[in-house]
Every structure is written in C-alpha cells, then in structure tokens.
C-alpha cells in the first residue's frame, strides 16, 4: 500500500473543515486551493499580482513540507474573482514558474471566502526524485 502524508499549516480550518494543506501520495503532491491569508486569516495583497505572489509563497512552503519543490509541479488551477485581471495573475504566476511552466487552467468564480480575496491558486506536482 502506498503511504499518504498530510501537510498541515496549522490552521484551524483544516480540523474543522477536514482537509490539509497539502497531501503527499507515492511521488504526487497536491496543494488544497490556497488564498491570500497569513495565519490570522487577514488578506494580505489588494491586487490581484500582490496575491498571487503570496500565495505561491504559500504553495511553495506546502511543497517543500511535503518533500516538493516548484520544479515539481505540473498543473496549476487559478479561480479568479474577476477574469479580467487574468494578466496580473499570468504576469506573477509567470515570474515564479518561468520555464518550468506548468500546465494551467483559470476560471472565473462568482465569489470567494473572503470578498477581499481576489483569486484562489492550486496546485498538482510529482516528484521525479
């Protein structure tokens, strides 16, 4: 049987709402959608590139906690508040991954959690080593 591990980043969330951060399974990581929140849950960015970036950094933490890196990804999922701001979330997404450029999807979502949060990122990888 194949051993699973799951990431936790700690927040409350993930005990009551039942998931984790990230699930490792064999050599496939995947992130759970991922928001411009720090650890007291306040959205840090007002643009949709200041968010994007921040979240990456947070998928970037879960991959490395899970023995990942972004090298490893291999599909991205962006749900956007507002598809129009689809260039500020290619621009930021496009500085993190340059050429590792990952297979990617976006779609427009009528809200988030937070209405202040403006896109929702996830994320797909296997690892190779």
């Known amino acids: 049987m194949t051993q699973r591990e799951n990431i936790s980043s700690g927040t409350p969330w993930e005990q ?6 990230a699930v490792r399974v064999g050599n496939m990581v995947e992130v759970a959608g991922t928001v411009a929140a720090d650890d007291n ?12 970036h921040y979240i990456l950094g ?5 991959l490395e906690a899970a023995g990942a890196s972004l090298e490893d990804v291999v599909r991205t999922r962006w749900f956007l508040t507002d598809i129009s701001n689809i260039e ?3 621009r930021a997404h496009g500085e993190v991954f340059g050429e590792i450029r990952p297979a990617a999807t976006a779609v427009e979502v009528r809200a988030l959690i937070n209405p202040a949060m403006l896109i929702e990122i996830e994320a797909s990888a296997i690892c190779v080593q």
Not at 41 to 52: A, C, L
Not at 58 to 62: F, S, T, V
């Open 16 to 21: 009551s709402y039942g998931y984790s951060r």
């Open 41 to 52: 849950g306040k959205v840090v960015g007002e643009t949709v590139y200041e968010q994007t």
């Open 58 to 62: 947070k998928i970037e933490r879960a």
């Open 88 to 90: 500020q979330a290619g």
